[in-house]
């Protein structure tokens, strides 16, 4: 190797390392909070800062995508032309659309309705997703994964395959212990706000005052349906963390173990940093069906509006079969773009 060699591969190292750096920042900023691949030296205080920032901005989205999970549709579909089929179709608008018609009838202020149980949501996350996530990282340290096989047989001319194949198994174990148990955690530490705030925001379709106020939602919830109101959709919700960590694992590992066989150093890096947000997207797309029903049993039997946008389910397998016989059981999943009518009469093949 000449002088020149040595060079280039020292720089494409060091632009991997980078790289590298670049795609843990990413992972903490944009991907899975409870991953033990990011770290996190927050305190208290800029828990609260993080959620009172992020909150009001994303709560708009959370608005009308929480709206069209309970069914609320308050503009009319309207005709748009597909070029490959060669016809008409009916779309609810998009987010744009749907946040134009609620600033149009109420003013922007209706998008902020429940902003506040929100927030308060969003700090009791943050800092019990810190709490946690330590703890469950310990735990996860005791597990028995060495006892992980690799193979049945163990020769030297596989040895490397083993242990290969070993460590990503203990690996995924690990990193799906340690998201689910931290996500399911959470969710029960929180589950009482995010019913408030679920509620808070549903309040938007019929103009209610009932659930308006953190204290005085609790109150409200407690004395008609006891503890278990505070906790109702758990059960979902606890589904959909526990899915979702086991998705984000296999893409996360299946994505590092491919960037390996990359043999140029700069496309090895792209692939680890978009690793977090392809197998978030992923993950969250194919486990939503879990949190729509969730949100959904959040309003159920309620006096709200909203309740009676659907029928009154039993139980969230109730409400899961009849929003998938329905054809509604990824209702509010893609909401950026004009949306689709799946059971129009006109939008028929």
């Given at each position: 190797?000449?002088?020149?060699?040595?060079?280039?591969?020292?720089?494409?190292?060091?632009?991997?390392?980078?790289?590298?750096?670049?795609?843990?920042?990413?992972?903490?900023?944009?991907?899975?909070?409870?991953?033990?691949?990011?770290?996190?030296n927050?305190?208290?205080?800029?828990?609260?800062?993080?959620?009172?920032?992020?909150?009001?901005?994303?709560?708009?989205?959370?608005?009308?995508?929480?709206?069209?999970?309970?069914?609320?549709e308050?503009?009319e579909?309207?005709?748009?032309?597909?070029?490959?089929?060669?016809?008409?179709?009916?779309?609810?608008?998009?987010?744009?659309?749907?946040?134009?018609h609620?600033?149009?009838?109420?003013?922007?202020?209706?998008l902020?309705?429940?902003?506040?149980?929100?927030?308060?949501?969003?700090v009791?996350?943050?800092?019990a997703?810190?709490?946690?996530?330590?703890?469950?990282?310990?735990a996860?340290?005791?597990?028995?994964?060495?006892?992980?096989?690799?193979?049945?047989?163990?020769?030297?001319?596989?040895?490397?395959?083993?242990?290969?194949?070993?460590?990503?198994?203990?690996?995924?174990?690990?990193?799906?212990?340690?998201?689910?148990?931290?996500k399911?955690?959470?969710?029960?530490?929180?589950?009482?706000?995010?019913?408030?705030?679920?509620?808070?925001?549903?309040?938007?379709?019929g103009?209610?005052?009932?659930?308006?106020?953190?204290?005085?939602?609790?109150?409200?919830?407690?004395?008609?349906?006891?503890?278990?109101?505070l906790?109702v959709?758990?059960?979902p919700a606890?589904?959909?963390?526990?899915?979702?960590?086991f998705?984000y694992?296999?893409?996360?590992?299946?994505?590092?173990?491919?960037?390996?066989?990359?043999?140029m150093?700069?496309?090895?890096?792209g692939?680890?940093?978009i690793?977090?947000?392809i197998?978030?997207?992923?993950?969250?797309s194919?486990?939503?069906?879990?949190?729509?029903?969730?949100?959904?049993?959040?309003?159920n039997?309620?006096?709200?509006?909203?309740?009676?946008?659907?029928?009154?389910?039993?139980?969230?397998?109730d409400?899961?079969?009849s929003?998938?016989?329905?054809?509604?059981?990824f209702?509010?999943?893609?909401?950026?773009?004009?949306?689709?009518?799946?059971?129009?009469?006109m939008?028929?093949?």
């Amino acid at each position: 190797m000449n002088m020149g060699d040595g060079e280039n591969e020292g720089n494409a190292v060091q632009l991997e390392r980078q790289l590298s750096s670049a795609a843990n920042l990413l992972n903490a900023t944009l991907g899975n909070s409870f991953d033990s691949r990011s770290v996190s030296n927050r305190n208290v205080i800029d828990h609260i800062l993080y959620a009172l920032i992020k909150a009001p901005v994303i709560y708009p989205f959370r608005v009308v995508s929480t709206l069209i999970q309970f069914g609320y549709e308050p503009v009319e579909p309207t005709r748009h032309f597909s070029l490959i089929v060669r016809r008409y179709f009916y779309y609810y608008p998009g987010f744009i659309g749907y946040t134009r018609h609620i600033i149009n009838e109420r003013g922007w202020r209706a998008l902020y309705r429940g902003v506040g149980a929100a927030i308060l949501e969003e700090v009791m996350v943050e800092v019990a997703s810190d709490f946690i996530r330590p703890i469950a990282i310990t735990a996860a340290n005791t597990l028995p994964l060495s006892e992980i096989p690799g193979s049945n047989e163990e020769t030297p001319d596989n040895l490397d395959n083993i242990n290969t194949t070993r460590a990503t198994l203990v690996r995924a174990t690990r990193g799906f212990f340690i998201l689910s148990l931290s996500k399911c955690f959470v969710e029960i530490v929180t589950r009482p706000f995010h019913v408030i705030a679920t509620r808070a925001l549903a309040q938007h379709v019929g103009e209610e005052t009932l659930y308006s106020g953190v204290f005085r939602a609790l109150r409200q919830i407690y004395n008609d349906e006891g503890i278990r109101g505070l906790y109702v959709g758990l059960t979902p919700a606890l589904l959909y963390h526990v899915l979702n960590s086991f998705l984000y694992e296999i893409l996360i590992v299946t994505i590092e173990e491919t960037a390996k066989l990359i043999p140029m150093a700069i496309l090895r890096a792209g692939f680890v940093i978009i690793k977090v947000p392809i197998a978030s997207y992923i993950t969250k797309s194919y486990t939503y069906p879990f949190r729509l029903v969730s949100n959904v049993m959040s309003v159920n039997s309620t006096k709200l509006v909203a309740a009676s946008l659907g029928p009154t389910y039993t139980s969230w397998k109730d409400c899961w079969r009849s929003l998938k016989t329905s054809g509604n059981l990824f209702r509010g999943n893609v909401m950026l773009l004009p949306r689709f009518i799946h059971n129009h009469p006109m939008n028929q093949l």
